[in-house]
C-alpha cells in the first residue's frame, strides 16, 4: 500500500520515469518476494518451484540487459573525451590584509595558475587561519 501511495504521489508531482526509479524498483522487488512467498507456501510448491527459479533468471536478464560496458569506445579511440590542455595565463598579484593572491589579467579563468587566484580582485579575501593549506574566504562586514 505504501508503494502504491507513493507511485501516485510521484505520478501527480513529477511524471517523469527518472524520478520514480526507487518506486519502482521496489515496487517490482516487493511483488517479486510476495509470489516467491506464495509460491513456496502454496499446496503445489512442488510444481511451482520452477517458477521461482525463472524469476530469478527473468530478473538476472533485466539486470544484466541494463548493464553494458563500453566496448565501442574501447575499439574506436576518436571516441574518447580528453580534457583540453590548458596552461597557465598572466596574473596580477593583489594584496588584502597581507594576504596576496593572484588575478588573471586577460581571461576569467584561472586554470592552472598557482593557487591562490581568483577569477576578480576582492577587497575582503582572506585567509582561513595561518596557513594556504586551511584555505581563503571573503569577510563579510558588520555593522
Avoid at 524498483?25 to 513456496?40: N, P
Avoid at 593583489?94 to 591562490?116: D, K, L
Wanted: with cysteine; net charge positive; proline share 6%.
Amino acid at each position: 500500500m505504501i508503494i502504491l501511495i507513493n507511485l501516485v504521489f510521484w505520478f501527480i508531482n513529477a511524471p517523469d520515469t527518472r524520478f520514480a526509479y526507487g518506486f519502482i524498483f521496489t515496487g517490482f522487488a516487493l511483488t517479486l518476494a510476495c509470489i516467491a512467498k506464495i509460491i513456496e507456501y502454496s499446496k503445489m510448491n512442488i510444481v511451482l518451484k520452477p517458477v521461482k527459479l525463472y524469476l530469478v533468471i527473468l530478473l538476472l536478464i533485466i539486470v544484466g540487459r541494463r548493464i553494458s560496458f563500453p566496448a565501442d569506445t574501447l575499439k574506436d579511440p576518436s571516441a574518447w573525451v580528453l580534457p583540453v590542455k590548458f596552461g597557465p595565463v598572466e596574473t596580477k598579484e593583489y594584496n588584502t590584509s597581507g594576504f596576496v593572491y593572484r588575478v588573471p589579467v586577460a581571461a576569467s579563468e584561472c586554470y592552472y595558475t598557482e593557487i591562490p587566484c581568483t577569477a576578480y580582485p576582492k577587497n575582503n579575501l582572506v585567509l582561513r587561519g595561518k596557513s594556504l593549506k586551511e584555505g581563503f574566504k571573503l569577510v563579510t562586514e558588520t555593522r
